[in-house]
Structure formats: C-alpha cells, structure tokens
C-alpha cells in the first residue's frame, strides 16, 4: 500500500499559494493510472485504498463538494493541500510519525503527558460532534455511574472530584461501573476480552444489572458505609434519560453517553453515625450544598461548581421542578431515606 500512496501523491491536484486558479484529477483515470502501473491484479485493493482516501480527505473538508460529485478532486485552499500532502506522507512513509511512539501511554506518565493526549482527543471529538450533517454523531464512549442526592438538614452532599483539572467541582457522592462491578454479573471465568466489550458497549443489561454493585463498593470508598455491615437498604426508585456530552478527565476525553438510574438508599442508626464520622475525619473533600445553590450549579459564593448537567437536563433546566422534588428527599429520626442517582455512562 506504501507504494500505492506514493504514487497517488504525485498524481494529486494542486492549488497554487497565491489565487484560485487550481488544477483537479479524475478519480477514475487516477484508479487506471494505477492499475495499469501496479497490475490487474491489485484493482480491488487499489479501488478500496481510494475509497478509503478520499473518505479520509472529505471527512477533512480538504475537497471541493461541486468536484466530488463529478467524480474528480479538487482541494479547497492551498493549505487544504499542505494538510492532503502531510497526512499521505505519513501514511505513505513506515518511518513517519505523528506521534512519539510513547505518546499515548497512560501508565506513570503525569498531568503533562495526560493533558496532551486530552487536547488531541479533544480537538478531533469536539469537531466529530460539531459537524456532523444531520447533528447525530456517534457517541465512542459509555460510562455507568453511581451518583447519591443524599440530604442532610436540608443540603445536599456533594463529593470533590479527584481529578486535578477539575479540583474546584464537585458531583453526587459515587462513581462508575469498574470491571470488578461487572464480574459480579458475569462470573470471574468471563474472559477480560468479553468485559471490556460489554463495559465499552451503550444500553448494556449486563452493566445496568452491575450498578447496584458499583453503589455498593462506591458508597464504601466515597463514605466508608458498607452494604454488608447492614449500614443502609436500597430499591431502584427510577431510571432517567441518557446523556450525551464531550466531556472525560484527562486523557480520556470522548463524546461521551451517561445513563442514569436512580435508587433509594434508606440508612440505620449505624449507617448513619458512620456518614457523620465520614464527614468529620474528611470534611475538606466533602461540601453540603443548600438547595439554592444546587439549582444554579455553584455555590453561593462561586468558588465551586456543581457538576450535575445530567441532572439538570433530566428536569428540563427546571429549577423549580428539582428543587420541588430534592425537598421532598426526607430522612427520619432513626432511618434517612436518600435517593441514590446511578449514573450509568
């Protein structure tokens, strides 16, 4: 193929630096140009490597729409191009890079490293999302996330997030759906090939079946409360809408799915003497939030911002409407019914 691409990039059109007056090819004289170069033979894997060309350059916007459905190319602009011309060269050259070859390591690299790899994914999904042509673009990311509305004396607890970058937000008490989570679904003989799919894959019954075990083990890490030590029952209580966003701590930045479940948490005596303890020993990660200050998404002095989008859009963007339904959230002397979002994403 190497070879192939070499050849196409001499036969490209081109277009000056200075003006508009700018030469075009025939895509299907192009495709016998190089038949008859390389052999009869290879006429279906030329044929798929120009497809498969032309898809990568149209998706760039690097080819004149009016040409194309003439079956020719034409670039746009002279830098449209310089931008042809790179991304062959890479293809076309073993030895070429874009990338060190180390670049998208995650394991003992630092916030530097991390946030490079974000900004590359960020700028490709940020464009993926926005140009779409009928606005539908294909989310590549799923996460499942146990979220708590936990209230206590009329405020909600809210939980800092542990990434670096987004040190001064804080979302619901809880997480998302792990491997461990997923096995207590699948059975610990289920090959990691077959979990990484089923975790990686939108609208799972498996990974909506583990989230009552990602609350489990999200509540023990977040608020040391232990489902096993009879700190607290839960049901579901319900399931909201989807949510799609771009969004991921770095690296993992992506058009990402949310799905969302909600489950009502009822603590005993225990359950609750071990919250208030919790909260004592690590009050700096933890805020309570008044309900005016969880309907505008910050804090009343604006230092923090909730991070509850989902939430919000679940209700519409109607601030009276969540703040109607948090204020029925009520806890009892002895037992304090919370209501538990799952976030599923």
């Not at 004149?64 to 890479?90: D, G, I, M, Y």
């Not at 989008?309 to 601030?319: G, I, L, P, Q, R």
Request: aromatic share 8%.
């Amino acid at each position: 193929m190497n070879q192939i691409i070499q050849v196409l990039i001499s036969l490209l059109p081109r277009y000056p630096e200075e003006g508009s007056t700018a030469s075009y090819i025939n895509k299907q004289q192009v495709e016998d140009d190089l038949v008859q170069q390389f052999g009869l033979e290879q006429k279906q894997f030329i044929n798929t490597t120009l497809n498969l060309i032309e898809r990568l350059l149209t998706s760039l916007s690097l080819l004149s729409n009016e040409e194309l459905q003439r079956n020719e190319w034409k670039f746009v602009s002279h830098p449209a191009q310089l931008c042809a011309l790179s991304l062959l060269n890479t293809l076309a050259d073993p030895k070429q890079k874009l990338f060190p070859t180390d670049f998208w390591q995650t394991a003992g690299v630092g916030d530097t490293e991390k946030q490079q790899q974000k900004q590359v994914l960020q700028a490709l999904e940020e464009r993926r999302a926005a140009h779409h042509q009928d606005g539908n673009p294909l989310p590549i990311r799923y996460v499942y996330v146990a979220w708590c509305v936990i209230k206590l004396d009329d405020k909600i607890l809210l939980h800092q997030r542990e990434a670096t970058e987004h040190s001064n937000e804080y979302g619901l008490v809880g997480g998302r759906v792990n491997l461990r989570d997923l096995k207590q679904i699948l059975g610990e003989n289920t090959s990691l090939h077959n979990l990484l799919e089923i975790l990686q894959t939108g609208d799972s019954e498996p990974m909506l079946q583990a989230l009552e075990f990602a609350l489990h083990r999200e509540l023990m890490e977040e608020i040391k409360l232990a489902h096993t030590a009879n700190h607290y029952t839960t049901k579901i209580w319900c399931d909201i809408q989807p949510w799609e966003a771009c969004m991921g701590a770095a690296p993992n930045y992506a058009l990402t799915r949310y799905f969302f479940r909600l489950y009502q948490l009822e603590l005993t005596t225990t359950g609750y003497l071990v919250l208030q303890r919790t909260l004592q020993e690590h009050h700096q990660r933890f805020i309570e939030c008044g309900l005016d200050e969880i309907v505008s998404g910050k804090t009343s002095d604006g230092a923090k911002i909730l991070r509850i989008d989902a939430v919000y859009k679940n209700f519409a963007n109607d601030s009276q409407r969540l703040r109607k339904e948090l204020e029925l959230c009520q806890h009892p002397i002895i037992a304090i019914t919370i209501l538990i979002a799952i976030r599923i994403a």
